[in-house]
């Protein structure tokens, strides 16, 4: 069965300084994976996805994830984050076949302070 | 493009009443939406898959007496929350896949706060 997890469930860290945030997954078969963002109150919103080609996926606002098969991780990261990235970000896996339904990670939410 | 709604964004209702949110692609066809729940500070918990014109899926632990899902149409599903309680007080959110997309990703509506008092 797939599993994810998503290490850190906080991560605080200062403005315009680098972040990475950790998600490794489990499964027996190949895999899709997605990060998205959730702002208070919200729905999610889709930063970025990798379904196959290029290991190293950029997404919107400035984020990309690298995709490692042996490690089974797929981590987030941006160079310089802004106080508006602070959100609760998720990561998610899907075997696809019928209804490529999603296991969302436990989520990690960024605070970027000033 | 690939745009969900959800109505209503919060509701309060009483114990023992029944509450319906409803969910819409408005600009693509969904032969598959997903509902989901999240409790404060934890993540989406699937509760069910809802596939155009045939019953739900639901997953393991989930009533599905208590919680009815009806997908007639290909942009609307509808969510009813039957005879609530406290505790079915969360965060509802659902999602759709559109399925001429090969991208596997799922559209996520912006959620509702059922609170029952």
């Known amino acids: 069965a797939q599993s994810v997890t998503q290490l850190d469930s906080q991560v605080p860290v200062f403005e315009e300084a680098p972040v990475e945030l950790r998600c490794n997954y489990s499964s027996s078969v190949s895999v899709y994976l997605f990060w998205y963002v959730q702002y208070p109150n919200q729905g999610l919103q889709l930063l970025l996805k990798y379904l196959s080609g290029s290991t190293l996926v950029k997404g919107i606002n400035g984020f990309e994830a690298e995709f490692n098969k042996s490690q089974t991780s797929f981590h987030l990261r941006k160079p310089s984050v802004h106080i508006s990235d602070t959100a609760e970000y998720f990561c998610?896996?899907?075997?696809?076949?019928?209804?490529?339904?999603?296991?969302f990670g436990k989520g990690t939410r960024l605070l970027v302070k000033p | 493009g690939a745009v969900v709604s959800q109505h209503p964004s919060w509701v309060i209702c009483k114990s023992g009443t029944s509450v319906k949110i409803e969910c819409r692609s408005l600009?693509?066809?969904?032969?598959?939406m997903f509902w989901y729940r999240q409790f404060p500070k934890q993540s989406l918990m699937l509760m069910a898959t809802?596939?155009?014109?045939?019953?739900?899926?639901?997953e393991q632990g989930v009533e599905k007496d208590k919680f009815l899902i009806n997908h007639a149409s290909l942009t609307l599903s509808t969510l009813t929350v039957t005879s609530a309680h406290p505790e079915d007080s969360s965060f509802y959110i659902c999602?759709?896949?559109?399925?001429?997309?090969?991208?596997?990703?799922?559209?996520f509506g912006p959620g509702t706060r059922l609170t029952v008092t």
């Open positions: 998610a896996v899907s075997e696809g076949g019928q209804g490529f339904s999603f296991i």
């Open positions: 999602s759709a896949r559109e399925p001429t997309r090969l991208d596997y990703e799922q559209y």
């Open positions: 600009d693509f066809q969904a032969t598959t």
């Open positions: 809802s596939n155009e014109g045939s019953k739900a899926t639901y």
